[in-house]
C-alpha cells in the first residue's frame, strides 16, 4: 500500500504529465539527449519536519518537492524554456489540490542558469520548488 507521500508524488508526476510532448522522469539522472520539447524530472525532495496536531493526531507537512527543468534548443531554447516554466504553472494552478490528495500545491520562481555542453547547443536549465501541504495519521504512511 503507498504513503500518502508516495501518493502525493505519484499525483504530482502524472499531473505533469498532461503537458503535451514533454516527458516527465521521476528521480532519474538527466539523460544525455534532451527532446526538443524539453524534459521534466521529479526530484522526491524533503518532507521536513511536521507541524503535529493533537486530538486527533496529524502530522501536517510542507513537502519540498523539486522539478528539474531542462530545455536544449540552439534556436528558441529561452522561448521554450520560458514556454515550459509557464506550462508548468499553468497545469499546478488548474489542480492545486491533485485531486483532493493534498490540501495545497504551490510553486517557487526558478533560478535558470545557462550549461555549455561541449559539440552541442548548451542548456537551459533551472531548479522549481514545489511545496506540498498535506496532514497525514502517520509520518510512515
Given at each position: 500500500m503507498p504513503t500518502t507521500r508516495e501518493?502525493?508524488?505519484?499525483?504530482l508526476?502524472?499531473?505533469l504529465r498532461t503537458i503535451p510532448h514533454v516527458p516527465v522522469l521521476r528521480g532519474e539522472v538527466l539523460p544525455e539527449r534532451v527532446p526538443p520539447s524539453g524534459l521534466i524530472i521529479l526530484r522526491d525532495g524533503d518532507p521536513g519536519e511536521p507541524g503535529v496536531?493533537?486530538?486527533?493526531?496529524?502530522y501536517h507537512y510542507q513537502h519540498r518537492a523539486e522539478l528539474e527543468v531542462v530545455v536544449q534548443d540552439a534556436k528558441s531554447?529561452?522561448?521554450?524554456f520560458?514556454?515550459?516554466?509557464?506550462?508548468i504553472g499553468a497545469?499546478?494552478?488548474?489542480?492545486?489540490?491533485?485531486g483532493g490528495l493534498c490540501d495545497w500545491v504551490e510553486t517557487e520562481a526558478?533560478?535558470?542558469?545557462?550549461?555549455?555542453?561541449?559539440?552541442?547547443?548548451?542548456?537551459?536549465?533551472?531548479?522549481?520548488?514545489?511545496?506540498?501541504?498535506?496532514a497525514t495519521s502517520d509520518p510512515l504512511a
Open positions: 501518493t502525493i508524488l505519484t499525483a508526476a502524472d499531473l496536531t493533537l486530538s486527533p493526531l496529524r531554447r529561452d522561448a521554450r520560458a514556454e515550459l516554466i509557464a506550462s497545469v499546478i494552478v488548474a489542480d492545486r489540490t491533485l526558478p533560478e535558470p542558469v545557462d550549461l555549455p555542453v561541449e559539440g552541442a547547443a548548451s542548456l537551459k536549465a533551472a531548479v522549481v520548488p514545489i511545496i506540498l501541504h498535506y
